[in-house]
């Protein structure tokens, strides 16, 4: 069981919950970091009395200085500081709740040193998963995940001694806000439309994921080097209850299932606790008031994110991280109203058209991949 973490996005939605998953289960916090959001990060100083905070933004990190001065804690900034919150000597556990690139090379920087990785940034394994899960298993790092969904394949091949009897692994999806429209109706859709998620509370970026399916397609990628899967044993389906979290289909039919409420506490404790699970004080799932459970099968169509992920998880190389330098850029300009919904998708698709994709044997391959789409994208309105 982890005994001292360090959070790497702190003020978001798991980093907070991370904390008070710590603070349950009197996990000592050795460090966190975020970026802007100081009058937070005072208040988690404050409680948790980390020894080191990092504010990836040089301006708050001198307001955060001046405003905890008679704290012991020491306040760092930029890149440098998140690789040293990642590498601090007495935390064994690094959850990695960063959103986007910026959280690959912490990530790395902590398997390098031999931690648990508590993973729940997905672009570290969408961009660089050959890299990552090749370095995890060279400094003898684990890799547990905290996204539910691969938190509950990764609790259902816990009785499983022979992968080779797993057929394939699906991935659950509450279809977003969006579910059942078609691509003509998600034309007008806004960014307020879209950011009202019907049964998870997440960061704008990953909640427009959610809506256009590019974040199931992200996961599609991950469970792929998480499990040493090909792409055509991944599959998605619609579950709009967020209950059942995800399944695994065996060689002989049967199925397992992991299922819980829509809280992400439960894979954020698991991942501390691991091999062994702890009390929460949260009230379990209720199967006789949770209603009837519902499956369909992803519109592809109407949501082409998620067949434009599978084709780059298949194609390999830098396609994912093109794909994912794309996305971002693409829902940054989404986020700020200056196109439509819509447009995310075929954005993403105008970079795989103009950036090469090439091999990847480096990390130096991924950032360069990833500069190169977000300038395609950007690009189009010069």
Same mark, same amino acid.
Request: aromatic share 4%; net charge negative; charged share 20%.
């Given at each position: *069981? ?19 998953? $710590? ?16 009058? /937070?990060? #005072? ?42 919150? $990642? ?13 986007? *690139? ?9 398997? @390098? ?9 997905? #672009? ?14 060279? =400094? ?8 539910? @969904? ?9 009785? &499983? ?21 078609? =691509?003509? #109706? ?10 009202? =998620? ?40 619609? =579950? ?14 049967? *199925? ?7 809280? *992400? ?22 199967? /006789? ?15 082409? &994110? ?19 330098? $794309? ?34 044997? $480096? ?20």
């Amino acid at each position: *069981m982890t005994k001292t973490i360090t959070v790497l996005g702190s003020t978001g939605s798991i980093g907070r919950q991370t904390l008070e998953v $710590a603070r349950e289960l009197g996990v000592r916090v050795a460090a966190i970091a975020a970026n802007t959001s100081v009058d /937070l990060v #005072e208040k988690q100083v404050i409680e948790y009395m980390p020894r080191l905070v990092v504010m990836y933004d040089e301006n708050a990190a001198a307001e955060l200085r001046s405003r905890i001065k008679d704290i012991s804690t020491e306040v760092q900034s930029g890149m440098d500081g998140l690789l040293a919150a $990642a590498m601090l000597p007495e935390a064994d556990t690094v959850v990695t709740a960063m959103v986007g *690139m910026i959280g690959l090379r912490p990530t790395l920087a902590a398997i @390098e040193c031999g931690k648990r990785i508590a993973l729940a940034n997905k #672009e570290t394994l969408v961009c660089a998963g050959e890299l990552v899960m090749s370095a995890a298993k060279q =400094h003898n790092a684990e890799i547990i995940p905290v996204d539910s @969904e691969h938190s509950a394949i990764f609790q259902c091949l816990q009785g &499983c001694r022979d992968r080779a009897e797993v057929k394939r692994l699906i991935l659950t999806c509450s279809g977003g806000p969006f579910f059942g429209l078609s =691509h003509a #109706e998600l034309e007008e859709k806004t960014r307020k439309d879209a950011l009202r =998620h019907p049964n998870w509370s997440m960061g704008a970026k990953i909640t427009i994921d959610s809506a256009t399916l590019m974040n199931k397609g992200l996961e599609v990628i991950e469970a792929m080097h998480l499990y040493a899967l090909p792409v055509t044993r991944v599959d998605a389906v619609i =579950h709009r209850q967020s209950i059942i979290h995800s399944l695994v289909e065996f060689t002989d039919g049967a *199925m397992l299932a992991q299922l819980g409420t829509p809280s *992400m506490k439960l894979p954020i404790r698991y991942a501390l606790t691991y091999p062994n699970r702890a009390p929460s004080p949260d009230a379990p799932l209720d199967l /006789l008031s949770c209603g009837d459970l519902t499956f369909a099968a992803p519109d592809e169509k109407a949501f082409p &994110c998620l067949a434009i992920a599978r084709a780059c998880a298949a194609q390999g190389g830098t396609s994912c991280a093109i794909m994912n330098g $794309a996305n971002e850029a693409a829902v940054g300009l989404f986020l700020q109203e200056r196109i439509g919904f819509n447009d995310i998708a075929r954005l993403v698709s105008r970079a795989l058209d103009t950036v090469a994709p090439a091999r990847l044997t $480096a990390l130096e391959d991924v950032l360069e991949a990833d500069a190169r789409a977000r300038a395609s994208v950007l690009s189009y309105f010069a």
